[in-house]
């Protein structure tokens, strides 16, 4: 008899661990300033990249600078993908108005074996809210082969369909950039995911522009050059997908910002907030944020 309850009081106290990471009542409260955007403006979207960082002391260290960060513009939506390991600790430590993202997530639509995969529907119940899909490392690969165009789009979809929101990255590396295809490249990565995504689906989607020789190098696409290539996608969606859509979907960039350049870059009128890495593992991310304008009441 002794061993049936053992088992009985271990599985209830697993599920009550469980229940306090998901429902993450005791999140700290946020801040926030100045007025919302007005209907139609869209809403800057601000997110963090951690990528592969972080130990738990230091993962804790940030949560509390963040959480020290003061006040989020009103016009911004602020998101911090983690590594999977960390995201039940961001979901009870971090303030309740930065939502918390994954970086990846499996094109399998269900549970199953498929193992060292985390489905979609999975981080929904952890309470999860976003996922990044399609990031120029994954679709690069480091040391196994590269997810492809199709792949990344069915990810997007799958994500979408499980209630998650997305950030999708798309972008060109240096020599295409420097050959003048930087468009088609973008199209190319949009495409596959246009066929499969509905005009609904498309509210749960920011299109992250980063140009892959911008991505960790110290070298930044100047204000002008990025705005050129957000106002392209943007007609792009535009003919490809409908006006609405085009005029909805938020792009943000991803090519190295930080605290000094994310004022300019955020002024430009197709940039729609940013998809940060190295800025957002300091104090610096809190100053990206700061960066966007706040609406006067």
């Known amino acids: 008899m002794f061993v049936p309850y053992l088992l009985t009081t271990l599985s209830s106290q697993l599920t009550s661990t469980v229940k306090h990471f998901v429902h993450h009542e005791k999140r700290p409260k946020g801040s926030s300033k100045g007025q919302p955007p007005k209907e139609g403006e869209r809403k800057n979207l601000i997110g963090g990249n951690w990528k592969c960082n972080g130990t738990l002391a230091s993962a804790k260290e940030l949560i509390e600078t963040l959480n020290k960060g003061g006040a989020i513009p009103a016009t911004a939506e602020v998101v911090v993908a983690v590594p999977f390991i960390h995201i039940p600790l961001v979901l009870e430590k971090l303030r309740d108005d930065i939502e918390v993202a994954a970086q990846n997530c499996g094109v399998n639509e269900k549970q199953g074996a498929y193992t060292g995969e985390i489905c979609a529907s999975q981080l929904v119940d952890m309470g999860v809210t976003w996922v990044v899909i399609g990031h120029s490392e994954r679709r690069e690969g480091f040391g196994m082969a590269g997810e492809d165009n199709e792949l990344v789009a069915k990810k997007v979809k799958v994500a979408v369909d499980a209630g998650l929101?997305?950030?999708?990255c798309i972008g060109e590396k240096k020599e295409e950039r420097e050959a003048g295809v930087t468009l088609?490249?973008?199209s190319a990565q949009l495409a596959p995911a246009a066929k499969l995504l509905s005009k609904?689906?498309?509210?749960?989607v920011s299109?992250?522009?980063?140009?892959?020789?911008?991505i960790g190098t110290g070298l930044t696409a100047t204000p002008e050059m990025a705005q050129e290539?957000?106002?392209s996608i943007r007609k792009w969606i535009s003919e490809n997908v409908s006006e609405d859509v085009a005029k909805a979907v938020r792009i943000q960039y991803g090519g190295s910002m930080k605290g000094s350049n994310a004022k300019e870059l955020l002024d430009q009128p197709d940039i729609d907030g940013g998809l940060i890495g190295g800025a957002s593992l300091t104090a610096d991310f809190v100053t990206c944020w700061s960066s966007v304008a706040c609406a006067e009441s």
């Open 165 to 168: 929101k997305v950030m999708f």
């Open 184 to 186: 088609d490249v973008c």
């Open 200 to 204: 609904e689906d498309w509210s749960k």
């Open 207 to 214: 299109i992250a522009y980063e140009p892959v020789w911008a």
């Open 229 to 231: 290539t957000h106002a």
